[in-house]
């Protein structure tokens, strides 16, 4: 009783594996992400991941959008198409080993092979584990079929992608591999069989990031570089113990030698490799090093003698400077003795000038210390006190002699001398601060003089103070016109002039010079009291 109880389970458990089996190679029809979910426990509706472990067939033009999930294609999973086209759109695919899409076109119009389009945001995985491979199938009985992936990610080929096509017609299978993201990777097989009478396949790699791949089935040639491994080649290329490699990618010629069916990928340790470059670029280093160490030499040489030669000539540039300078001062002092000859014969023209210039110099130059004034300035009065009258060489000694008062035209000959004696003085550049002096020494702050009628601060002060000392001088000596005041009554006529003839910040420079130094202040010789034939006029004393 107990076997034969035993028996019937075991009987009722084979019949329910076997319906299992059944359930599930069972071929159900879908056409959207939704119906797939309302029949696979492996993928259930929502957002997260889907995994198909049932067989669908999905209808000629249907369109799979998974939207954003990860989808994955077990192992017990297939999708079909009958006949013709089917899109799959998903955030990333993967098809697992043994895990299968197949888009044959067995009963497709004459126009249209079997066709898989996929749309990934993310990478597209084809695995393999030992010989199981996930496999993506197109082809189509009438016309090559058509795979094309667009994914945003890398793509990994390590199971099977097959376009070949079944029969001898003209058009052969076409692969179209479009990765945006960093890399294309072949590890599996990937095939696109010639096509017949006049036939071909097509296979076409675009890694957006990563060109290797695509050029080598593009250009038909092999291409070599040392990369690190990426995340999709871990699996393989980790087990060389390195952490990056030295990849050759050599094409899969056709049979005519005329297309590439696809590509070798082939690993090494890049460490010999990298020995040898490495080697390379200390010889480079060293020569590198070598030349700069020459050209540093020819430059250190270079300076050293450009140095000494600048050295040379800066001895001999200083030497001949200062024979320059020598002769510059031989020069000026020429100068000045020709100026001094030409303003001797003005003191010498009678004896009542005789000393003028030289006793209007210094009493200026006490004016201007007590007012403070920098040293070049000094120098300039120094030279404008000396000369102020060196004009008078061009008015007859008549004229300057006369005892008695001037006409009109005599005196317009006067009024001439400090314009005239500017002209001559600007002739000598140690003299050109000299010429404003000279020429505006007869100029009043009232505006009454000559020769351009200036007033106030428009007359240059160094030109009031030579002015004011000329004035002075004139007044304390004897004239032939008329005798000389006493050092009182020559004070009182400067104070009655301050504001009218004389500056006022001038005059009370003079009177304290004066205070300070009187002797400089007194003629040389007492002046003969007789009266003067006509009444003193300040601005004719000079």
């Not at 029809?29 to 997260?48: E, L, W, Y």
Request: aromatic letters at 6%; one cysteine or more; proline letters at 5%.
């Amino acid at each position: 009783m107990r076997r034969l109880r035993a028996t019937s389970l075991a009987l009722l458990g084979l019949l329910a594996a076997s319906a299992g089996l059944a359930r599930n190679a069972l071929a159900l029809t879908a056409c959207t992400a939704a119906q797939i979910s309302s029949q696979d426990p492996g993928c259930p509706s929502g957002t997260g991941p889907c995994t198909v472990t049932r067989d669908f067939t999905v209808t000629d033009g249907c369109i799979l959008d998974f939207g954003t999930r990860a989808v994955t294609i077990g192992a017990t999973g297939k999708l079909r198409t009958a006949p013709g086209a089917v899109t799959i759109r998903a955030g990333s695919l993967t098809i697992a080993p043994r895990g299968f899409i197949d888009a044959r076109g067995l009963a497709a119009p004459v126009d249209r092979g079997g066709l898989v389009t996929i749309q990934t945001t993310g990478a597209v995985d084809i695995q393999k584990a030992g010989s199981d491979a996930g496999r993506i199938n197109v082809s189509g009985d009438l016309s090559g079929g058509t795979l094309k992936i667009v994914a945003g990610g890398s793509v990994t080929i390590a199971g099977e992608v097959n376009a070949d096509k079944l029969s001898t017609a003209a058009a052969g299978g076409s692969i179209v591999v479009d990765a945006v993201g960093d890399i294309v990777t072949v590890l599996g097989s990937v095939v696109s069989a010639q096509g017949g009478t006049g036939g071909s396949g097509s296979i076409d790699f675009m890694s957006r990031g990563r060109v290797d791949l695509g050029e080598t089935i593009d250009k038909r040639r092999a291409h070599a570089s040392i990369s690190k491994l990426g995340g999709a080649e871990n699996a393989v290329e980790h087990g060389l113990g390195v952490n990056h490699v030295f990849e050759v990618y050599a094409p899969i010629m056709s049979t005519d030698g005329r297309h590439a069916l696809g590509a070798y990928e082939i690993y090494a340790n890049p460490k010999h490799t990298e020995t040898f470059i490495a080697s390379g670029k200390r010889v480079i280093w060293i020569v590198v090093i070598g030349v700069f160490a020459a050209l540093y030499a020819a430059l250190a040489l270079l300076v050293r003698k450009a140095s000494a030669t600048i050295k040379r000539q800066a001895t001999t540039l200083r030497a001949r400077s200062r024979e320059l300078m020598d002769s510059y001062r031989r020069l000026e002092g020429g100068s000045l003795e020709a100026i001094e000859s030409l303003n001797a014969p003005v003191d010498a023209k009678g004896p009542y000038t005789a000393g003028h210039s030289a006793r209007v110099q210094g009493i200026a130059l006490a004016i201007a210390e007590e007012l403070g004034l920098p040293r070049d300035r000094l120098d300039a009065i120094r030279f404008g006190g000396l000369f102020h009258d060196i004009g008078k060489i061009a008015v007859p000694d008549s004229i300057l002699t006369k005892p008695a008062r001037l006409d009109e035209d005599e005196y317009e000959a006067i009024k001439r001398h400090p314009a005239d004696g500017a002209d001559i003085v600007s002739h000598f550049s140690r003299l050109h601060d000299a010429v404003p002096i000279i020429r505006h020494h007869h100029e009043r702050w009232d505006g009454g003089g000559y020769p351009d009628r200036l007033s106030d601060n428009a007359i240059p002060q160094e030109a009031c103070i030579v002015g004011l000392a000329d004035a002075w001088d004139a007044m304390t000596t004897d004239r032939p016109y008329r005798l000389a005041l006493s050092v009182d009554d020559a004070a009182t006529e400067v104070r009655r002039c301050r504001g009218t003839q004389f500056s006022p910040s001038v005059v009370d420079a003079f009177f304290a010079a004066f205070r300070r130094k009187p002797s400089l202040f007194e003629p040389d010789a007492p002046p003969k009291r007789e009266e003067p034939d006509e009444p003193y006029q300040v601005a004719a004393t000079a």
